[in-house]
């Protein structure tokens, strides 16, 4: 019997810049030292999936090429153009949404292939929010690449998913670092990964504005959810923000070995406070 430390890694909203989690991991791993809990919302969802099922580092790298690249959000939803232009005509339904999702919808079925939560051999918490009335849904059984999804949905980018009677949409629009998750589940230390996000400039067409908006509202409510955290709970929570000394847009893909040596660079800044905690009582 061991009285060692449950260790979560949360991993929040961030889309590329989640791959700054591959890095960390790699110290981790390279120490011997284990997750015990994984939790990952939005885009970190992807890879805290990917990683709860065993796929070693680099692996999940080659399959990230496949899987995150700018194509995904290429295929424009007609039906929005017209109820754009028509709103009398065309009136939007429950939910309005720019781009089609079968790109997307296909590569994770095929990243995930029918695996479910059962299959994880680290247990898994997946956060999405309901649609309608803005509440944390933390997803934990069912298909993996349903979960991923739902966590993924960008309002107004892609549709939000239904699951039973609810409708899920981003993890972000309730929590972009879903700390709490890995409280409630019972870890001693917690790893919280977030992300700032990065001005886009110029703003010169509606798909910029729409993803600066939703940066700005994220780094708001990071920034609050932090805060919070900090005061409200005594659990130890080693905050890990990575500094990019350039802009990090959603689909740069061609930066991922650059921000995965950002991750390696975190986790070796924060290992000496991690092992700390690991030996105290």
Request: hydrophobic share 45%; charged share 20%.
């Amino acid at each position: 019997m061991t009285n060692r430390k449950r260790i979560a890694l949360v991993v929040g909203w961030g889309s590329v810049k989640c791959t700054a989690a591959l890095g960390l991991l790699r110290v981790l791993r390279r120490e011997g030292i284990e997750i015990d809990l994984l939790v990952g919302g939005g885009g970190g969802s992807i890879y805290a999936a990917l990683f709860a099922l065993g796929h070693p580092v680099d692996d999940i790298v080659e399959m990230n090429a496949r899987l995150w690249t700018r194509d995904v959000t290429e295929l424009p939803n007609r039906l929005a153009i017209l109820q754009l232009l028509f709103p009398r005509q065309f009136k939007a339904r429950e939910f309005f949404y720019l781009r089609e999702d079968r790109l997307i919808n296909e590569r994770l079925q095929t990243a995930f292939n029918g695996k479910t939560f059962a299959d994880c051999i680290i247990p898994l918490f997946i956060p999405a929010t309901d649609y309608m009335t803005g509440h944390q849904v933390v997803l934990s059984e069912g298909l993996l690449w349903e979960a991923v999804r739902a966590s993924i949905a960008l309002p107004l980018v892609f549709a939000p998913v239904r699951r039973g009677e609810q409708l899920l949409a981003d993890a972000y629009l309730s929590d972009p670092l879903p700390v709490g998750v890995a409280m409630r589940e019972g870890a001693d230390i917690i790893l919280a990964l977030g992300f700032e996000s990065t001005p886009i400039i110029p703003l010169d067409n509606f798909g910029k504005f729409l993803f600066h908006v939703q940066g700005v509202m994220t780094g708001n409510l990071l920034k609050a959810s932090s805060a919070f955290h900090s005061m409200a709970h005594h659990l130890e929570v080693i905050s890990i923000v990575p500094r990019f000394d350039r802009p990090i847009h959603q689909f740069d893909t061609h930066e991922v070995p650059y921000i995965i040596s950002v991750g390696e660079r975190e986790g070796e800044r924060i290992l000496p406070q991690l092992m700390r905690l690991m030996e105290s009582t």
